[in-house]
């Protein structure tokens, strides 16, 4: 007979380490603008019990999606006219190879031609006019609604978007986001704050994850004891049938 | 099985790059016009499903529910942009040193031929009577103060002119040309405060001094190093937190193993 107590414990077992995983993806990411920690989302125990009463899952823990919470970082003075940060909700939006992607990461640079590029990948920063291109050996200045100047005339406006429903936004680096389905919804934000000579930090607290760690760990070393006792007392049973 | 090691060892690795750049930028706080450096990181793309998924979706059928859990495969340093924001102008009291408030470059000529642009104005005259750097290159173009020069007057504009023996009249020997760029973040380092044009910089925008904002030149003064020492060690003491966070995320994982092996043991 199968004992149910090795199957549910190896699947707990399983779950730390993808939290352990996940922990350590969020501590190496602490330093990177724009990050947004990811936490696991486990299946709670009864919900679980029903869907094995239903036969449609073992009755044990499982990792069931990652949830990136909608905290921001906090804002890092740079003073560089091409470091930009959101004093609201919502995204930058860059172009990338999958299309349109959507990040608070508002490192920015001009290449030689004049085009507005993020730090951390080379993609264009898209304006209300497609990508922002500036006459290169001109001023560039963001305006507080988020206007480009260059040598003191607009020439275009940050595109900001915020997507309808935060769940709908798949993940594709942690600091750059797209939509999961092309029937998802963007909204153009309305008023944005644009904050020049700052850029936004990861939203990694180090004391957090830290704790996070520590529980962990003692949560994983709780279940290993427990499946061992449990060996250990099998064994037993077993010593105990066992004709002399 | 092993793969947050390797996701730690890219963030311990991009970490140590950034404390040394935070220890190169502290080095350089006293040099003059120095330009800090700033460690950009950014996240490597993610993979959602670890193969263990792919082979367990694989053996067990279609009624394995979609695992949607993303795995990050690491940072890495994306860049080490300089930081062109103005030092503080000091005054020194010195004809020879010249700070540029704006955005301009001096020129001075390598011993190749090719243009390296500076920010810093501690210039001194050489034998043949030159304007030169620290290290002996020319300006570009090049300025010769005659031997019995005896005042040096540099003008906002860059125009260098010598009083004669004394004289109350000048003589205009010629003008100091800048250069700017569109992109100044993306000049190449050359080291002894000296940067070359790159494709990312984009060429040199040629002009001169207080005009389209090429900046004015303030003689008797140094534009000092825009390092700011309690920012760099605010810097250095989260990298470090970092940094230790990582190494005990790394062992505390280790200690998880460690816990499977002791249970395997039972």
Request: net charge negative; proline share 4%; with cysteine.
């Amino acid at each position: 007979m199968a004992d149910r107590i090795f199957e549910i414990g190896g699947a707990a077992l399983d779950v730390t380490d993808q939290m352990a995983r996940k922990l350590i993806d969020n501590v190496v990411h602490a330093e990177v603008a724009g990050y947004r920690k990811a936490e696991v989302i486990t299946n709670s125990f009864p919900f679980e019990l029903d869907k094995a009463m239903n036969k449609k899952s073992p009755m044990k823990p499982q990792v069931e999606d990652s949830f990136y919470p909608d905290i921001s970082g906090t804002l890092s003075k740079t003073g560089g006219k091409l470091d930009v940060a959101l004093g609201c909700e919502g995204f930058f939006v860059i172009s990338g190879p999958w299309g349109e992607g959507y990040t608070r990461d508002g490192r920015f640079k001009l290449d030689k031609d004049g085009r507005l590029l993020t730090v951390a990948g080379n993609f264009p920063v898209m304006g209300q006019g497609g990508p922002i291109i500036i006459v290169p050996g001109t001023e560039v200045e963001f305006t507080q609604s988020g206007e480009i100047k260059a040598g003191g005339i607009v020439v275009d406006s940050l595109q900001i978007l915020n997507a309808k429903n935060i769940k709908s936004l798949d993940s594709i680096n942690g600091a750059v986001f797209r939509k999961k389905s092309m029937n998802d919804v963007m909204l153009n934000v309305e008023n944005p704050r644009i904050l020049s000579g700052y850029f936004e930090t990861s939203n990694i607290s180090v004391i957090d994850e830290t704790m996070k760690q520590m529980m962990l760990e003692k949560t994983n070393n709780a279940i290993t004891e427990f499946v061992r006792n449990r060996s250990t007392e099998l064994g037993k049973a077993i010593d105990m049938g066992r004709v002399n | 099985m092993f793969q947050p090691f390797y996701v730690a060892a890219t963030g311990l690795s991009s970490i140590q790059d950034e404390i040394l750049d935070i220890t190169n930028n502290l080095s350089n706080a006293k040099t003059v016009a120095f330009k800090k450096g700033r460690t950009d990181m950014e996240s490597l793309f993610y993979i959602e499903k670890s193969f263990k998924d792919y082979l367990y979706e694989a053996m067990s059928g279609t009624n394995v529910p979609p695992v949607t859990v993303e795995y990050g495969t690491g940072v890495r340093v994306a860049g080490t942009p300089k930081d062109f924001t103005q030092g503080s102008i000091d005054s020194t009291g010195n004809a020879m040193d010249c700070a540029i408030s704006g955005e301009g470059f001096f020129q001075v000529k390598m011993p190749d031929g090719t243009l390296a642009y500076t920010r810093a104005g501690n210039f001194h005259i050489d034998n043949d009577g030159n304007i030169v750097d620290p290290n002996g290159r020319m300006i570009d173009p090049s300025i010769v103060v005659p031997k019995d020069a005896t005042a040096v007057v540099i003008s906002q504009n860059g125009t260098v002119a010598v009083s004669v023996n004394n004289s109350s009249s000048l003589t205009e020997l010629g003008q100091i040309t800048l250069s700017r760029f569109t992109n100044p973040s993306g000049l190449k380092s050359l080291g002894q405060n000296l940067f070359q044009a790159s494709e990312a910089s984009g060429d040199a925008v040629i002009g001169i001094a207080n005009a389209d904002g090429f900046g004015q030149i303030n003689q008797y003064s140094l534009e000092q190093s825009n390092v700011d020492v309690i920012s760099e060690m605010m810097r250095m003491v989260m990298a470090q937190k970092v940094f230790d966070t990582v190494s005990s995320a790394v062992k505390s994982y280790q200690g998880m193993l460690t816990s499977l092996e002791r249970m395997n043991q039972a």
